[in-house]
């Protein structure tokens, strides 16, 4: 009685050797796992993406030497600010929420104006 033999995962191809084999190269297994990772992968990369690029335009809004700056959200939006990504929130005591791009954040004013703080370092 013959076994059936077991087709490559990625590429079906008839595999030999180990009954517990999978794949039938290294090759084959890379792409398959590469194929397999590649959605959620590109999901992180873009957001980090997204982060970076938020947080550079913040930093560029304030002049060197200063430590905050007060910008209008239409030039946030022009420079390709993404108000949906932030790292993380600080609301101090006054109940003021500031929305943070890694070190650099902001906070919404009236009239759609944004106070721009650069982060303390701990």
């Given at each position: 009685?013959l076994?059936?033999?077991?087709?490559?995962l990625?590429?079906?191809?008839p595999?030999q050797?180990?009954?517990?084999k999978k794949?039938c190269?290294?090759?084959?297994?890379?792409?398959?796992?590469?194929?397999?990772?590649?959605?959620s992968?590109?999901l992180?990369?873009?957001?980090?993406?997204?982060?970076?690029?938020?947080?550079?335009?913040l930093e560029?809004?304030?002049?060197?030497?200063?430590?905050?700056?007060?910008?209008?959200r239409?030039?946030?939006?022009?420079?390709?600010?993404?108000?949906?990504?932030?790292?993380?929130?600080?609301?101090?005591?006054?109940g003021?929420?500031?929305?943070?791009?890694?070190?650099?954040?902001?906070?919404?004013?009236?009239?759609?104006?944004?106070?721009?703080?650069?982060?303390?370092?701990t």
């Open positions: 009685m076994a059936e033999q077991k087709q490559c990625h590429c079906g191809n595999i050797g180990r009954l517990d794949f190269d290294d090759s084959c297994r890379n792409t398959y796992n590469y194929s397999q990772n590649a959605i992968t590109n992180i990369r873009n957001i980090n993406y997204a982060l970076k690029k938020n947080r550079n335009i560029s809004c304030i002049s060197s030497g200063e430590d905050l700056a007060k910008v209008p239409e030039k946030l939006q022009r420079k390709g600010f993404n108000f949906r990504f932030f790292t993380h929130t600080y609301q101090n005591k006054k003021n929420l500031y929305h943070y791009c890694y070190d650099y954040g902001y906070l919404e004013l009236e009239n759609d104006w944004y106070l721009v703080v650069k982060g303390k370092e």
